[in-house]
């Protein structure tokens, strides 16, 4: 052991090479995350200096405390200086030798459930380490604010440290705060162009609030921070352009955003919030992938945009969440089961759908731009998140028969005498739904029916929801019985057929068709069409089938064939004769092309339809 002037070798605590492994191998997936660390760890240090300056100004003196990165590629090293707290000989070894005792750590310990240390939470000593990702020594320079000396600790990464006396030019550059010097890898030469410096400074840094000033080999030293988290920043004292510059330098868009949320939870927890929802789609929302766009910072320090803050049908989504209480150093598989991050989502998620219930109900043009853009993406929510159904139910506006952006609490305020479910109807495109002979019976009484045109429709409507009571009903599924809702005009009321023809006609054409229908029966959601094809009340309708089908997921569920038993072309089926079976075969046909489908060979198809066309010409010559 030397003296106490001497320079000193010490080992490293026992932990400290298994965190070395830690924050190489599986912290930090990517090295860019040093310069961050060592950026959060000065501005740390910044925010110790400027507390205790509160009883002690003169620790400050005019000397205020900043950041500095300074480059040199002759020397092959990356310089960070700040003008903070600075460590002394004891705190060197604790905080840079050792993980249990971090100097931030210590310094929250003093000030024990003191409000004011809410914003000086840290994890200093622990993200450093991360600098031998990028570097095969580093010096540490550092003189405490107050204290008569500066000291060097300096290690390799391997089993040690030195720790000495700063000599005379190390004392002379270091007059309050720390000096740390990379001595960078050969394969890191990167960090020392001004552009990736500020590029990772943007990405990782631009909030910390202390200006980070970057000092090239030539040129003038500048800052490249802004050095302003808005999101911390009480709404009062912002106004409108302010959110819009901050919508558009976070999320990188160039629209107005449509939705602002910005406020900060106290409590349990303590965390800011700033989001938006922009008013256009991006051209990313559709990925496979469908991860969110919310950037979770930790004290001002950006930690990652991966870590599912929102569900993924609210990832159109963009902002901020930047939280007092969690760890600096937190992984991603941290992330995933970190208990009070998930607090944090369930908060959050009850927030947004809220506020986009409210937008709804008090600015109905705002709320328009949002559906309209993300409406499809919302609707994923119905299918996922049972807890919050009903409430996505009620934001929710949908085309229907009486118009567009219909609610569907509008909906109930026009529901016809002994009407007990909400009806829709599914398929891939507005035009063709609108002519679906399904609706025919329900548009005879005036009965509002929801047009589905969207993918996600077929899946979640399969959840057989409800709403206020009300169940909602699809048009090509099960049975469905409008016998108790009076027709808008009742000299249109159908007269039935005997049961004798119904028998003979369903018989007639179950006989031909065999077993490419499950059933033939005579249906009630037809007027003036002839046939329809219906999903059993068991297992999926129609366009969830076809959906499935496209997949290769499919069942192979038969339809169920309904038929008209007014419309001249049923009623002649027991009379046709040789004709016969080109009628049932007909009807199946034209109800797949109705709702979308080819028929199954379209050949044979048109070969049926030539020979009744030529027929009926032979029966009546011009």
């Known amino acids: 052991m030397t003296s106490d002037t001497g320079a000193e070798t010490k080992p490293f605590q026992a932990e400290v090479t298994q965190l070395l492994h830690l924050m190489v191998h599986s912290v930090y997936s990517e090295t860019d995350i040093f310069l961050r660390e060592l950026i959060s760890n000065a501005s740390d240090a910044c925010d110790k200096l400027r507390y205790e300056a509160i009883a002690n100004p003169d620790l400050v003196g005019d000397l205020p ?18 003008t903070g707290i600075g460590m002394d000989r004891q705190e060197l070894i604790d905080n840079l030798g050792t993980i249990a005792r971090s100097g931030t750590r210590a310094f929250l310990d003093k000030l024990g459930e003191a409000k004011d240390g809410n914003n000086l939470i840290g994890q200093f000593g622990v993200g450093f380490y991360s600098a031998f990702m990028v570097a095969d020594r580093i010096v540490v320079t550092s003189h405490r604010a107050g204290g008569a000396e500066a000291w060097v600790w300096s290690s390799d990464g391997g089993a040690g440290f030195d720790i000495a006396h700063a000599d005379e030019a190390q004392a002379a550059r270091v007059t309050r705060g720390t000096e740390i010097v990379l001595h960078l890898k050969g394969d890191k030469g990167r960090y020392l162009e001004t552009y990736e410096i500020e590029r990772i400074v943007g990405a990782y ?53 449509a939705l602002t949320l910005h406020y900060r939870a106290e409590g349990r927890q303590s965390y800011a919030v700033l989001l938006f929802a922009p008013s256009t789609k991006p051209f990313d929302l559709l990925e496979p992938s469908r991860k969110g766009k919310i950037k979770l910072y930790v004290r001002r320090v950006f930690i990652t945009d991966d870590a599912e803050l929102l569900p993924q049908y609210l990832r159109f989504i963009r902002g901020v969440v930047d939280s007092e209480d969690l760890p600096l150093n937190i992984s991603r598989e941290m992330l995933q089961n970190n208990p009070q991050l998930a607090s944090i989502r369930k908060a959050l998620t009850g927030r947004v759908v809220s506020e986009l219930e409210t937008l709804g109900e008090k600015e109905m043009e705002q709320f328009k731009k949002i559906w309209g853009a993300f409406g499809a993406i919302l609707k994923e929510g119905l299918w996922e998140d049972h807890e919050r159904r009903e409430q996505l139910l009620k934001l929710a506006r949908f085309t229907t028969t009486a118009g567009e952006g219909r609610s569907l609490k509008q909906y109930l305020e026009g529901l016809k005498p002994n009407q007990t479910d909400i009806y829709y109807l599914v398929g891939d495109g507005l035009d063709r739904l609108k002519s679906n002979p399904k609706l025919e019976s329900a548009r005879a009484r005036g009965i509002e029916v929801l047009l589905l045109t969207d993918p996600v429709d077929a899946l979640w409507t399969s959840a057989q929801l409800g709403f206020e009571g009300k169940p909602l009903k699809s048009l090509s599924q099960g049975d469905v019985d409008f016998s108790l809702i009076p027709l808008l005009d009742d000299s249109k009321k159908d007269e039935s057929t005997s049961g004798a023809d119904e028998a003979d006609i369903i018989a007639a054409i179950k006989l031909n068709l065999g077993d490419r229908v499950t059933d033939v029966r005579a249906s009630q959601r037809l007027t003036t069409s002839a046939s329809c094809l219906v999903a059993g009340s068991q297992g999926p309708d129609r366009e969830l089938e076809r959906l499935l089908a496209r997949q290769s997921r499919g ?61 009926s010409l032979h029966s009546h010559p011009g």
């Open 65 to 82: 405390p900043k950041i500095s990165i300074a480059p040199d590629k002759k020397a092959n090293t990356l310089t960070m200086t700040d």
């Open 205 to 257: 840094s631009d909030n910390i609030q202390f200006p980070i000033e970057l000092k090239p080999e030539d040129g003038e030293p500048r800052q490249i921070n802004s050095a302003s988290a808005l999101w911390q920043r009480p709404k009062s004292e912002l106004k409108a352009e302010d959110y819009a510059e901050a919508y558009r330098s976070i999320t990188g868009g160039f629209d107005e955003p």
């Open 555 to 615: 069942v192979g569920t038969k339809p169920i064939l309904e038929i008209n038993l007014h419309h001249p072309l049923v009623t002649a089926i027991p009379k046709a004769g040789a004709d016969a079976a080109d009628l049932a075969f007909l009807l199946l046909e034209q109800a797949q092309i109705l709702d979308g489908e080819l028929p199954e060979d379209p050949a044979a198809f048109a070969g049926r339809l030539n020979r009744l066309v030529v027929r």
